[in-house]
């Protein structure tokens, strides 16, 4: 093994440990192609993900509008819509639904009533959903905690984490709410005081 730059320490040969091939991992087992139902053409069709808590990662928008993005993927007849936050500034025929959780952690994908987004179009089992499920603290694993795939990989004969997993959460509890949700109203998304800056970090 060639190495580009010099090591930055000495190590003994005997316990050093070198790590090759190391990609990425975040928290999550895929469900590929759930059936969600059959559009009918009413307003505001609704439907339940079956598999539960819906995985939410780390956003990477450049506006900084959200902290996380959720890794739900919807379909109608084989066609991808897209998430909205609110169907309020969807069109007509707009093809946009939103993704809500309920009290038990339940994720619920609603569509539009053909003025606030379109209604989904009247098929059988065309409406489908692809997504990750597992989220929270429990993704925060120790040091060799991840010890194999679910799924299989060619030429793969092992796998562990060289480090401790972080930055998994569970859901803000109602108290939590209660503070945070007044905070981030104060802001409306701008940060002038120091105050402001951490309501918008927790939002």
Do not use: C
């Not at 505001?44 to 900084?64: I, N």
């Not at 939103?98 to 994908?109: F, L, M, N, P, R």
């Not at 194999?148 to 509890?173: H, M, Y």
């Amino acid at each position: 093994v060639t190495l580009k730059t010099a090591l930055a320490q000495s190590y003994v040969r005997a316990g050093a440990v070198l790590l090759a091939n190391i990609v990425e991992a975040t928290q999550g087992e895929t469900v590929r192609d759930e059936v969600l139902g059959s559009g009918n053409a009413t307003a505001f069709q609704t439907f339940k993900l079956k598999k539960s808590p819906l995985t939410y990662l780390p956003a990477d928008d450049a506006e900084g509008l959200s902290a996380v993005e959720s890794t739900l993927l919807v379909t109608v007849n084989g066609v991808r819509w897209k998430e909205q936050r609110t169907l309020f500034d969807s069109t007509p025929d707009g093809p946009d639904f939103t993704a809500t959780q309920d009290d038990d952690e339940k994720t619920i994908v609603t569509f539009g009533d053909g003025v606030f987004g379109a209604r989904p179009p009247t098929g059988k089992d065309n409406i489908r959903a692809r997504y990750r499920k597992g989220l929270g603290t429990s993704g925060n694993v120790e040091t060799g905690g991840i010890q194999q795939l679910i799924d299989n990989s060619p030429g793969v004969q092992k796998v562990t984490n060289p480090q401790t997993a972080f930055g998994g959460a569970d859901r803000e509890s109602v108290d939590q709410v209660r503070t945070n949700a007044s905070k981030s109203l104060s802001t409306f998304g701008r940060a002038v005081s120091a105050a402001d800056y951490a309501a918008l970090a927790l939002s």
